[in-house]
């Protein structure tokens, strides 16, 4: 019988790594026998696996109405743009997979675009994992799998061939599996501090051939120290009847007083200001006095990524000694992890209360620098419900980076980037040394996972066929080119 994550008890962190590493080297490498390498190679849908446009009918049912026919048409853009909403639709099919049994803290949607820059709280730039909407302990496995079938699919959508593409997603997973030996004979606090800062990303980048890469990736830092609270103000205000408020530009942007009637709208607002009230007791001491120098001025209802879109979201703005000092919010809901049905609680999360909390506790866990404003809270009656939600800075010197305008060399080095900061973000949660024995020193594990990402890639393509087939026959609302 295949080993799945409902057939084997996890191994996670905690009281293991007090445990004598010859010993948990030695679980590692049992689980290699048990579990071989070969076997991550496999996927096949299953026969009673459900149909995916169901799936993301489902998962609609709890969105805003409105904004749902945008979610689906941002999906349809493309494979990879229907690959990057589908994370409901992979954890399903992951659950039926092959794991070797060890438990991190996973990202639960750890595509290629769900990595990027943004500013420590020393002014830093760091580049790791970005959201954690999905995130939930699980099976290590499943983090790498989206991963490298994301470049897969991205790869393809850039007309990249056969063996770029193998160049590229080999490079990645060598990198998680180099970096998670490293990590597996570090001390702990030196596992902790390990991040990776503008220095660390140009040290690694620089091991590319091309010299047109590691200018792309300077250029990009670079870039990315102007998409500061400042830069958001300036694109998202504008000063109305001499006070400065959000911008409309609907439907992604729409101001509270544009979306609903006085009353509605009063409610709302008090609603979130009591939201805030809340999440600021998430806060630390010192933030808590920061937070309490701004003052309320604005707020609006935002749209957001694609597998995000139709759950609620809103930009805050505030405002500290005057108009040219504010602090852009995002308040964003969080509903239940797509990966919680299909895995067990393995403790590595701690006790949580809600989903904003899950979502920051993970986050934090995870990152090896998180944005100071990082809280949550709940909000009771908005839509008729209550609602989880956590809250960050909106921008803070963000980086993304532009696939489609990658060319092989650049996104095998960004590979390279991403293998090494996941590996990164599982070693702080997970029985790195356990991992790090049961992936050994060969690719066999990489060429499997190569298989793996290729024929799930042939899946993803038939998913956003179908999909299609259903936008067509008017089973599903869409909405295109926002």
Request: proline share 5%; glycine share 8%.
């Amino acid at each position: 019988m295949m080993t799945t994550a409902a057939h084997l008890p996890f191994i996670g962190a905690g009281s293991e790594q007090r445990r004598d590493p010859k010993a948990r080297a030695k679980e590692g490498r049992a689980a290699r026998k048990q579990v071989p390498h070969a076997s991550h190679a496999e996927w096949r849908p299953a026969k009673d696996r459900p149909d995916p446009v169901d799936v993301l009918i489902a998962q609609g049912a709890s969105r805003l109405p409105e904004l749902v026919p945008i979610r689906h048409g941002r999906m349809l853009v493309s494979p990879f743009t229907y690959y990057r909403g589908a994370a409901a639709v992979m954890a399903g099919d992951l659950a039926s997979t092959p794991v070797s049994g060890f438990v991190t803290q996973l990202c639960g949607d750890a595509h290629l675009t769900n990595f990027g820059g943004y500013a420590s709280p020393e002014r830093n730039l760091v580049f790791d994992i970005n959201d954690f909407d999905e995130t939930f302990p699980g099976p290590w496995e499943w983090d790498v799998k989206r991963l490298a079938a994301s470049f897969v699919i991205a790869a393809r959508d850039n007309g990249f061939g056969r063996k770029e593409r193998a160049a590229i997603v080999k490079t990645t997973l060598s990198s998680y599996r180099n970096a998670m030996a490293t990590f597996a004979g570090m001390g702990e606090l030196a596992v902790w501090y390990a991040h990776a800062d503008a220095s660390a990303v140009s040290r690694i980048i620089s091991t590319t051939p091309s010299k047109r890469t590691l200018k792309r990736f300077q250029r990009a830092q670079a870039k990315a120290r102007t998409h500061d609270s400042l830069q958001a103000l300036r694109k998202l205000t504008g000063v109305v009847d001499g006070q400065r408020r959000i911008i409309a530009d609907p439907p992604l942007v729409v101001p509270v007083h544009d979306l609903l009637p006085d009353i509605e709208r009063k409610l709302l607002e008090e609603q979130l200001r009591g939201l805030l009230r809340g999440y600021r007791r998430t806060l630390p001491d010192d933030r808590r006095h920061l937070l309490d120098s701004f003052e309320f001025v604005d707020m609006a209802r935002k749209v957001v990524g694609v597998g995000s879109v139709g759950t609620r979201c809103w930009i805050v703005l505030l405002r500290g000694r005057d108009d040219s000092d504010a602090l852009l919010l995002q308040v964003k809901e969080a509903q239940v992890s797509v990966l919680a049905p299909y895995i067990m609680d393995s403790g590595v999360l701690p006790c949580v209360r809600h989903c904003g909390e899950r979502v920051v506790a993970g986050q934090r866990l995870m990152q090896a620098v998180s944005d100071i404003f990082l809280g949550w809270q709940t909000a009771e009656g908005i839509d008729g419900q209550v609602r989880d939600f956590y809250v960050r800075q909106l921008r803070d010197w963000k980086q993304s980076a532009v696939i489609e305008g990658m060319d092989a060399a650049t996104m095998r080095a960004y590979g390279d980037l991403c293998g090494w900061v996941l590996a990164r973000a599982h070693a702080r949660t997970g029985d790195r040394v356990a991992i790090a024995a049961y992936l050994g020193e060969d690719d066999t594990f990489d060429r499997a996972l190569l298989e793996f990402s290729e024929r799930y890639a042939d899946q993803s393509e038939d998913d956003h066929t179908a999909l299609a087939a259903a936008a067509r026959a008017g089973r599903i609302p869409v909405i295109t080119g926002i």
